[in-house]
C-alpha cells in the first residue's frame, strides 16, 4: 500500500489534497504520447494527418485508445467549438498508459488519461521572413523517434542548448548524418533537389514533412530522401526546418556559418508560399487586399 502522507515541494499533505495524480504512467515513466495541431483562424491544419500519426503512436506503444479516429476528430473538433476558437493557435493533446500503483510492467487494467487544451499562437513572422540561426548537436536519442512519444529530455535540453548559443533550433546527427531537428524536420537544398532524411524510425514523420513532399510534387521540385552530412550544409544552396508551429522557417546560419548568400533562398520561399495557400492563409490575404 501507498501511505497517505504525501511530501510535496515542502509540506506534507494528504495524497486526497494533491492537485495532480501522482502515480500516473505519463508523469512517472513518460508512458504516453501527444501530438500539436497547428489552428489557423480556428481551423485545424492537417488534421487528420495528425490523428493518423496518434494511433500510429499508441499503436507503437501498445496503448489502446478508447476512441477510433472519427471519434477522437469529432472530440478536437468540439474542443475548438466549445472554446469558441477563431484566432491562430495551436491545440496540445496527450495520451498517457493511465493511472496506477508505481511498476514498470504494463498494469493489467488501466484507463488512458487523455486531455487536450488549446491556445493562441500567433505565427512567427519574423522567423519565417528573416530565417533562423541553428547550431549542430550529436543526435542522443533512442531508435524510435517516428513515436511521438513523452520522453522529450534529449530534445530539450538540445533545444536549451540552441537558445543558450542564441540559436532557434539545433540540427541533430547521428555520426555526422543529419536527422532532424529537436522539434522539427529538417532539409537541405542543393542544385534544385530538396534532401531530407528518410522517414524511418530515426525521425519523427512530420505532418508539415508529408505537406512540403506534396508541395514539391506539385512544384517539380525533386523531394529526394536521403540523409545529408553536417559537413554538407556548408555547401548547401538553401537549408530548412518545418514543424507545427514553426511552418517552413528558412534556416540562415549553422553553426555561425552563413548558407549561401544569408538569405531565405528561392525553393524555401515556393514552399512557404504553397504551405500559406493549401493552410488556407494566402487566401485570406489576398482577400484582405481586394
Ligand atoms: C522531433 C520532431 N521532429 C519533427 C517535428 C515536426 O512534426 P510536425 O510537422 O508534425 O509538427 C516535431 C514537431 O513537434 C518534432 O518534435
Redesign the pocket.
Known sequence: MVYPIILTQSKFTHHDNLKYPFEERGLQFGDGIYE?IRIYEGTYY?LE??VN?LFRSAEAIKIQLPFNKEEITNLLLELLTKNKMTTDGKVYMQVTRGSAPRDHVFPDEVMPNIYAYVQDQPRSLSGLQDGVKTITLRDIRWEN?YI?SLNLLP?VLAKQTAKENGCYEAVLHKDGLVT??????VYMVKDGKIYTHPATSN??H????MAIERFAEELNIPFIEESFLVEDISLADEIFL????SEITPIIKVDNQQIADGKPGKITRQLQEAYEMDAGILEKKINQTV
Open positions: 500539436v492537417l494527418e495528425h500519426r523517434c511521438k530534445n532532424e531537428c529537436s522539434a522539427s524536420n525521425i519523427l512530420g505532418c508539415v514533412r518545418s514543424s507545427s508551429t
